[in-house]
């Protein structure tokens, strides 16, 4: 860990956390009381009390964190079920899963944004579309719409250039020319593509309104639409707006606390229907399905 610190890194995030330390007698697990339906070469046949969150995992973590601390580094561990009355890490990632099947809807959204924050004010967002691969539009629809959402949002490599599930990351075109533009290089002189997008939001991470401003959250359109605000007096606000449906739509977003007007494109999932950063009115929003737009706006003073 020292050598990573030494060259410049920041930090580690540990994958798999709950299997680092195994049982030293090496006993093999037990079958659960209630099996269900699962069969005895099945994970879920077994109680993993010998494999999963060993009770020495807890000693080490801290150790770690104490031990990257002092180098103003982070440690960054996902699901965790272990308990110690002493923290394990900075940061414990729990991934969230959407099951958009058979459909997919701005209320389940809100709804896992208010079940994190309610267990947490400053979260983890790592989340993942079941079924869906990493680079599919709705999951990158929801990668776009959660990066300015109060916490910390966890990116797997490659899902800001829009990759499949463990897909190697194509630098540039030489080495994989079927990549066609979904290449680092490419990505990168593009401006209206995934990465250029991504790593705009990531910049506005800085902003006092996304690290301190309040949120607020409407849905739109039945069930359809979801928006959110970050507003800090004195700063520019942010409105996120996720057209969650299979068909276009259209929201008036004044109705929200604060949004003026008139709205600024930053960035959009779907550049075919908004010119980069234009000018439009917020009483008319239109998205196609399944696509994201972020824009600044000057808030408007409470009346």
């Known amino acids: 860990m020292q050598f990573w610190l030494d060259l410049g890194f920041s930090g580690f995030y540990l994958e798999r956390t709950k299997y680092l330390i195994e049982d030293a007698e090496l006993r093999n697990e037990t079958a659960k009381r209630d099996i269900g339906s699962a069969t005895h070469t099945e994970y879920e046949f077994y109680d993993h009390f010998y494999t999963e969150n060993n009770a020495e995992l807890a000693p080490l973590l801290h150790d770690w964190t104490e031990r990257l601390a002092n180098s103003s580094g982070i440690l960054v561990v ?145 069930t359809s639409v979801l928006a959110y605000t970050r507003i800090k007096s004195g700063n ?25 007007d008139e709205l600024t494109l930053v960035v959009t999932s779907d550049i075919d229907s908004m010119a980069d950063k234009s000018k439009l009115m917020s009483e008319a929003v239109t998205l196609p399905s399944r696509a994201v737009a972020v824009f600044r706006f000057v808030p408007k003073a409470k009346e």
């Open 78 to 222: 996902d699901d965790l079920s272990v308990t110690a009355n002493r923290s394990l890490a900075h940061l414990i990632v729990r991934p969230q899963t959407l099951e958009p099947y058979p459909i997919f809807t701005a209320e389940d959204m809100v709804t896992l944004i208010n079940k994190n924050l309610k267990a947490n004010p400053w979260p983890a967002w790592q989340i993942e579309v079941k079924n869906e691969e990493q680079g599919s539009p709705l999951a990158q629809c929801v990668l776009l719409s959660s990066v300015l959402l109060p916490g910390v949002p966890v990116t797997l490599a490659g899902q800001e250039l829009g990759l499949s599930n463990l897909q190697e990351i194509p630098w540039d075109n030489t080495t994989y020319p079927e990549s066609q533009e979904s290449d680092v290089v490419s990505q990168q002189n593009n401006p209206h593509s995934l990465y250029t997008a991504y790593k705009e939001l990531v910049e506005a991470r800085n902003s006092p309104q996304i690290l301190h401003g309040s949120l607020q959250l409407h849905i739109f359109n039945g």
């Open 236 to 260: 520019p606000g942010y409105l996120v707006v996720f057209n969650t449906g299979t068909e276009e739509t259209t929201v008036d977003v004044r109705q929200m606390n604060g949004v003026p």
